[in-house]
């Protein structure tokens, strides 16, 4: 194992935070608008593009917070063999983590999030075409999503449904929107999340 420096996780939390939000909203001002780009070319359907990037998104952040579970397992296994102190095993984990995030297997988390995307009945696209498209967007999220579980306390997205009550707190509604309708039809981006607040507002469609 290389070495890790005791406490850093810690000590760069606020700045690592800042960063990762930052970084949310670039790739939805940026790579959520590339991927758009590029489903239009195959789809006509723009709510069925806006519903595929939405849940690229919801599982992105599924898989990597499954994949960030299992290599802090294995790590705390390994670290667990010749820890001593004078820090807790888990900020010592958590300390090697931040510094080797380069060791996350994202590919691993992009091919699970296109294997969760074929088998949704949401979202649909043609035959000859494979999600695969739109796997910039994918890996960016999973990134930025497994960076976020080093983070104390964690950021995570808020869980979405249609038909849920439209909520001014979480979402803004998309330009398309009936401005008058209290329900969401569907997510255009999930809203970002600490301990169950707000940090970053989602996109959603509101119609009658």
């Not at 599982?59 to 960030?68: D, G, I, P, W």
């Amino acid at each position: 194992l290389r070495s890790c420096s005791p406490g850093r996780a810690r000590r760069t939390n606020a700045s690592r935070r800042a960063c990762l939000i930052a970084r949310f909203g670039d790739i939805y001002a940026q790579e959520r608008l590339d991927a758009e780009t590029l489903l239009r070319t195959y789809l006509s359907d723009m709510e069925m593009v806006q519903r595929i990037i939405y849940i690229a998104a919801v599982e992105s952040f599924h898989a990597a917070k499954m994949a960030y579970r299992q290599f802090k397992i294995r790590v705390r296994e390994t670290l667990s063999l010749g820890h001593s102190g004078p820090e807790s095993l888990e900020d010592t984990v958590l300390d090697y983590i931040v510094r080797h995030e380069d060791l996350y297997d994202v590919q691993a988390s992009v091919n699970e999030v296109i294997r969760s995307m074929n088998i949704n009945p949401k979202i649909s696209f043609p035959p000859e075409i494979d999600f695969i498209v739109i796997s910039t967007l994918i890996r960016e999220l999973c990134r930025v999503a497994f960076s976020m579980q080093t983070l104390d306390p964690p950021l995570d997205i808020a869980f979405g449904t249609d038909g849920e009550l439209f909520s001014e707190t979480k979402y803004h509604r998309s330009f398309d929107s009936d401005f008058t309708a209290a329900l969401v039809a569907y997510h255009v981006w999930p809203a970002l999340m600490e301990n169950d607040v707000v940090i970053v507002k989602g996109e959603a469609v509101t119609k009658r």
